[in-house]
């Protein structure tokens, strides 16, 4: 059974910067994966932020950025600000099947 | 962007079936931009990938739900829908209807619960 990595959690300054990373059981995380990543606040659902690995909507903020990095897919927070404490999740397609990571838990402190 | 809304029971006995549909505007059922995806959440815990439609494509399925689960699409009524058999307590999650990719847009999600 394929499964997805993330931290657990991550804590962060507000205006530092976070890195959020996405693993997988098979090897190398590649633009195949078509990696996504969503943000979900407590009590909401998720919001989708990025997809195929780096690929922003017209709601995703400027300080969320994304890119393959040592062989996963990552999500930076640049100027973290309060608001962005959430939990975290990617999804990998292995073909046309998806898998999510567990999920970070992000804290501004 | 589609607006996405579940409806179905809240409530399912162990061994039946869980059926959701999810109604979508702003778009249609059969477009190609969309792919059409459930997604659940056990309380307290992550996101669960259940599975996927495509209206020029064969549905794709979680390995793990495979065996119980149907994604289909009501082009007349602009929904599609889920179901799954043989529920049991551990099926006890908020279920979510979205679309993924490029056309990215979710439901508000809905409870269900498995319990006699």
């Known amino acids: 059974q394929t499964v997805v990595t993330q931290e657990p959690s991550l804590t962060v300054s507000p205006g530092g910067t976070a890195t959020l990373t996405c693993a997988s059981s098979?090897?190398?995380?590649?633009?195949?994966?078509?990696p996504n990543w969503f943000q979900q606040s407590p009590g909401q659902a998720p919001r989708a932020l990025i997809y195929?690995?780096?690929k922003k909507y017209s709601w995703t903020p400027a300080r969320f950025s994304a890119s393959l990095l040592g062989g996963k897919a990552a999500l930076t927070l640049s100027g973290v600000q309060p608001e962005d404490e959430a939990e975290y999740y990617c999804?990998?397609?292995?073909?046309?099947?998806?898998?999510f990571g567990g999920g970070t838990k992000l804290t501004v402190l | 962007q589609v607006q996405l809304q579940e409806s179905g029971p809240g409530l399912v006995k162990p061994s039946q079936t869980l059926s959701l549909t999810c109604a979508v505007s702003g778009g249609s059922i059969s477009s190609g931009n969309y792919y059409w995806t459930w997604i659940r959440q056990p309380a307290g815990k992550g996101l669960e990938w259940i599975g996927r439609?495509?209206?020029?494509?064969?549905?794709n399925y979680n390995p793990s739900l495979k065996s119980r689960v149907t994604i289909s699409t009501d082009t007349s009524k602009n929904q599609f829908s889920l179901k799954l058999t043989s529920v049991t307590a551990a099926d006890t999650a908020v279920y979510y209807c979205?679309?993924?990719?490029?056309?990215?847009?979710w439901g508000l999600g809905t409870l269900v619960t498995v319990s006699s």
């Open positions: 979205t679309s993924l990719g490029a056309f990215a847009s």
């Open positions: 195929s690995t780096n």
């Open positions: 098979t090897g190398a995380v590649t633009s195949g994966h078509y």
């Open positions: 439609l495509h209206i020029s494509e064969n549905p």
């Open positions: 999804l990998l397609y292995y073909g046309a099947v998806g898998v």
